[in-house]
Each structure stands twice: as C-alpha cells, then as structure tokens.
C-alpha cells in the first residue's frame, strides 16, 4: 500500500453512508444500491448495506402525491431492526458453528495421518481375486479390490 493516504483512522470511523432510500414501487433488493435513482426495495436490505448501527436515515415511498419521499416511520424501523439483530445473530452462530466444525475436521485429519497401515509381513502374503471367486479361497489371506457406490457415514 501508498503511505499516501488522505484519510486518517479517526475521519473512517466517523464517516457515515448518508441517507438510504427504499421503494416497494421501483426499488431493486438485488441491484439497488440505496440511492435515490437505485433504492433498495426493503428497508431491510437497506439495514444489511449499511451493516451496522447506528443505521443512517431511510427513506421510504411518501403516501402524498406532492413528496417523492418520506423518512421512514419509527415503529417500522423498529421492527425490522428487530429481523436484522437476529439475522445478526443467526450469522454469528453460525459462523462459530463452522469455526468450530472446520477446527474438529483439521484435529480429525491430524490424527488421521499419524495412522500408519503396514502388512504383517510375517503373514503370507495376500492373494489377488475377485469377489466371485472367493468361496475358492476360503481359510486363505485375500486382497480384494473394489469401489463403493454410496457411503452413508454415521454420527
């Protein structure tokens, strides 16, 4: 990175994302992006783009014919905050949930390749055949070849 930068860790931490804007009528949850010629169609997707609290003023289709906007209404946005925080919440879980799954799978894989399988050599050695012709070699040291179709693992 340039040591240039313009932009100070204070002047970040107190930049904001201005206002956001919402229409159930022309907005897009997926290539809107806030503004007033791309709003959003949700507030909540508004409340995911901003990412954190405090969230900046929404906007929301006015009901009057002479305002194109309106701020959106207190009670409402409490409600759906209350969505977010446990969107939120479910995300952390989860996340913790893989942390944890992925550091039991690395501690699993370690254990797994200190397992050394070596033959016996002191037994005969293990011929050859195919599943068909194992009644032939009964009470004899085999080695049988295959593939498996479907694993179902368990626990």
């Known amino acids: 990175m340039s040591g240039d930068s313009s932009i100070g860790t204070s002047e970040v931490k107190n ?3 201005g206002d956001l804007y919402t229409s159930e009528k022309s907005g897009s949850d997926e290539v809107g992006g806030g503004s007033e010629e ?3 169609k949700t507030i909540l997707q508004a409340m995911r783009s901003a990412g954190k609290e405090p969230f900046p003023t929404i906007y929301v289709d006015s009901k009057k014919d002479e305002k194109r906007w309106e701020v959106a209404s ?5 409600k759906i905050q209350k969505i977010w925080q446990r969107e939120q919440y479910k ?10 799954d992925a550091e039991k ?15 016996d050599t002191t037994l005969p050695t293990a011929a050859l ?3 068909r012709d194992s009644t032939a070699h009964r009470d004899k ?8 179709h ?3 693992r368990q626990g």
């Open 38 to 40: 791309k709003p959003f």
């Open 105 to 119: 799978r690395e501690k699993n894989l370690e254990e797994a390749k200190k397992v050394k399988i070596a033959e």
């Open 91 to 100: 995300n952390e879980d989860r996340l913790k949930q893989e942390t944890e």
């Open 74 to 78: 207190k009670s409402q946005l409490k």
């Open 129 to 131: 055949i195919k599943i």
């Open 141 to 148: 040291r085999v080695k049988i070849n295959g593939w498996v």
């Open 15 to 17: 930049m904001s994302l």
């Open 150 to 152: 479907r694993l179902r």
